[in-house]
Structures are given as C-alpha cells and as structure tokens.
C-alpha cells in the first residue's frame, strides 16, 4: 500500500528528479531547494535527511549533492552562480535571469 501511495506521483516536471532519491521535484517552491555550488535541486526530505546526518555526526553543513561547504553570504552565492552560468548551466541561466527580471533589469533578463 505505502508503494502505491508513493509511486502514485505524477512521472516528472520541468524541474526534473532529485538527484538523490530519484523521486520527482514537487513544483512548489517550498519543498525543494536549489544548491548554489552544483545548481542541482534536492527535495526538501534529502535535504532534511542530510541535515539530520550532520547534526548527528557534527559535520559542517555542506551540499547533499556535492559535498562543498554552504555559502557563506549572498556575494559568495552569487559568484557560484555566476560560475555555474558561465558553463552555461541552464538551471543557473534561468534563475541569473530570474533574478534581473525581479529586479526590473528587464534588458538584462
């Protein structure tokens, strides 16, 4: 019963599968996260997971998907993206772009 309710889910979305547990991303934006190191977006139940393994263990807190230390500050997050746009990663394409038209740098965007 509990795999029926669990595959019951729809196949996929435009934000693809967790990288992790390989089930697909909910389109809410509460219930995923978007790493800044690796621009992969992890489930909020990996991600929670991966926070209680740290808390048990002690570890610093670092991606599920990467393992590279969190950012520090939104500059450094901003330069991570900025990088991953530069390998022109499409994940981080669309949220550079995002975030000018947020801003209303419509050109930019």
Do not use: W
Request: proline fraction near 6%; charged fraction near 30%; hydrophobic fraction near 25%.
């Amino acid at each position: 019963l509990r795999d029926e309710i669990l595959f019951r889910q729809p196949e996929s979305s435009h934000l693809g599968d967790c990288p992790i547990c390989c089930l697909p991303v909910s389109l809410d934006p509460n219930k995923y996260v978007k790493y800044s190191c690796c621009s992969k977006v992890i489930c909020c139940g990996c991600t929670t997971a991966n926070m209680m393994r740290q808390l048990d263990e002690g570890s610093p807190n670092v991606c599920p998907f990467c393992r590279q230390l969190y950012a520090k500050s939104d500059e450094e997050m901003e330069r991570r993206n900025k990088k991953r746009c530069e390998a022109n990663d499409p994940f981080a394409l669309r949220e550079e772009g995002r975030t000018y038209f947020v801003d209303g740098e419509y050109e930019r965007a």
